[in-house]
């Protein structure tokens, strides 16, 4: 052992240890995220690139890349960040609160029509893990509203206790989904009539 060592004990830093680089700055972010929405709402995915988003928030590419992996995760959080979600209706009635709830969606769509953001993101999430991951958490974020009105409808006895309401949930969101990014068939107040006179 050599005398420096020897006459210096160890020391200990009580303080966590520092990474590398400076802090992220929540302005920067808000910058990015909101140059991320706008672009995609002047030419959806197919006009955004990560050089656009860039230069409108006024940043490298790098600060970009040190924040997100990748321009899908990228569009993924600047929904979340931008889209609050549909408020729960509590008509006390389940098949008010669901008809109230999509009337939600169906407005959500009009405002957005044609965007081509959800097709890119499930095409990403297909070769793509973390997107898989990431997408996978927005969807069930979204979908929190659903679970609170057929929470409240088994408590009043308008559904079993005991129904898979994951499954229920995919029952009446999948016609919507399958109509909106396959068919392009109308989606409106009749369409969801009939939609709820099946599965409920």
Request: aromatic letters at 4%; one cysteine or more.
């Amino acid at each position: 052992m050599s005398q420096l060592s020897a006459a210096t004990p160890p020391t200990h830093d009580a303080s966590p240890t520092r990474r590398p680089g400076r802090p992220r700055d929540a302005r920067c972010d808000h910058a990015i995220l909101q140059a991320t929405l706008d672009i995609l709402g002047e030419g959806g995915v197919a006009g955004l690139s990560i050089d656009a988003v860039a230069a409108r928030a006024g940043v490298g590419k790098a600060t970009i890349y040190r924040r997100w992996t990748s321009k899908e995760s990228l569009v993924l959080e600047a929904l979340r960040s931008d889209t609050a979600p549909i408020e729960v209706p509590d008509t006390g009635n389940l098949r008010a609160d669901l008809e109230a709830y999509f009337a939600g969606i169906i407005d959500r769509f009009a405002a957005n029509d044609g965007s081509d953001v959800l097709p890119h993101l499930i095409e990403a999430a297909c070769y793509d893990a973390e997107v898989r991951v990431s997408l996978d958490e927005y969807i069930k974020q979204r979908q929190e509203p659903m679970r609170a009105i057929l929470r409240r409808g088994a408590q009043r006895g308008e559904i079993s206790a005991d129904v898979d309401r994951t499954v229920m949930i995919e029952a009446l969101v999948g016609p919507v989904i399958y109509r909106r990014l396959l068919t392009g068939g109308r989606i409106d107040k009749a369409f969801v009539r009939k939609l709820l006179d099946i599965v409920l």
